[in-house]
């Protein structure tokens, strides 16, 4: 109900005539659909260029759990694609084995990638270490994040390298990578905070390369819903036992209070980075004992769980 006197005016977009449909709080701007989309695309597309993630000839593996990262990350990659020389994509989705959850996000993942026509491979738990995520947890379930990263991130590995890829991409955005660096500092761990997110280049790994990282949350979301790609699914039933939970939370306050604050600590993260190149001692990388894989110590950190299991 207007109220008398007082005239509700429709924001217009800031650069042109349409009605807009978002407002960036950080930089007072309002974006129809039409710019919006663009101008996400725009910054992944700079992201991807200043941080030198994708080369001419780069058969590129993205990390497709379904979600809505990972489906936003294939949609904007492959509208990417042609200003790429000769790249491709293949998308790789873990089945980790969580009852209830992972079941409808691979239908999604699949129902995507047949959509765009894109290569897909899925690689379980069960199949690469013999139990699903939900049996290795009975009992432990509070370390559950942990003990499904480190799996998870050996699953991608394998899946990647079969593939024949020599990029892996995820769809870490930039909630994802603020809150990993206030984690980082929480915990003490400097040589992990200041770890260089544009990938690797000891020749030993896959680069691994986040085209979202300056991405938020709140953005990848709207994108998808003006794109015709958002679907509803269901939350991992371990999230509740993440730390990262409270620290998203307290983030997310910050980031209402005060916007722009996920992109500071991001660029904090940067400029710290290049404060302390070279000058902190990163163990050397050896080969673990019992699988070969590279890691700093005797064995790998997913050998160590094995022996815990
Ligand atoms: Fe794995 Fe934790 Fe993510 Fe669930 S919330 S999929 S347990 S990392
Ligand atoms: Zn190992």
Excluded at 149 to 167: C, D, E, F, N, S
Excluded at 198 to 212: A, V
């Amino acid at each position: 109900m207007e109220t008398e006197g007082v005239q509700r005016t429709v924001p217009v977009c800031s650069l042109c005539t349409e009605q807009a449909v978002v407002y960036q709080r950080y930089i007072n701007r309002h974006l129809c659909g039409t710019h919006f989309t663009a101008d996400v695309e725009h910054r992944v597309a700079d992201t991807i260029k200043t941080r030198q993630m994708i080369s001419p000839q780069d058969r590129v593996a993205v990390a497709l759990s379904g979600g809505k990262d990972s489906t936003a990350l294939l949609l904007l990659l492959q509208r990417l694609l042609p200003t790429w020389e000769n790249v491709r994509l293949i998308a790789i989705t873990i089945d980790e084995g969580i009852a209830g959850y992972r079941e409808e996000t691979i239908r999604s993942a699949e129902h995507l990638t047949v959509r765009l026509g894109i290569e897909h491979h899925c690689i379980s738990f069960t199949g690469l270490f013999g139990d699903s995520l939900d049996a290795f947890l009975t009992g432990r379930e509070t370390q559950a994040c942990s003990i499904c990263g480190i799996l998870r991130k050996k699953a991608l590995v394998v899946g990647a390298q079969q593939a024949g890829a020599t990029k892996l991409a995820t769809g870490h955005n930039l909630d994802d990578e603020a809150q990993s660096v206030l984690m980082n500092v929480f915990r003490g761990d400097l040589p992990r905070l200041i770890r260089n997110s544009s990938g690797e280049s000891s020749g030993k790994f896959i680069p691994r390369i986040k085209p979202l990282s300056l991405i938020s949350e709140k953005d990848i979301a709207t994108y998808l819903m003006l794109n015709d790609a958002w679907n509803e699914l269901p939350e991992c039933p371990y999230t509740h036992y993440a730390m990262r939970r409270e620290v998203r939370s307290m983030l997310s306050g910050f980031e209402y209070r005060h916007p722009g604050t996920m992109l500071h600590l991001m660029e904090s993260k940067i400029k710290i980075e290049r404060y302390c190149k070279g000058s902190v001692i990163s163990e050397p990388l050896r080969s673990c004992r019992e699988c070969g894989d590279p890691c700093s110590g005797d064995l790998c950190q997913v050998c160590l769980l094995r022996h815990t299991f």
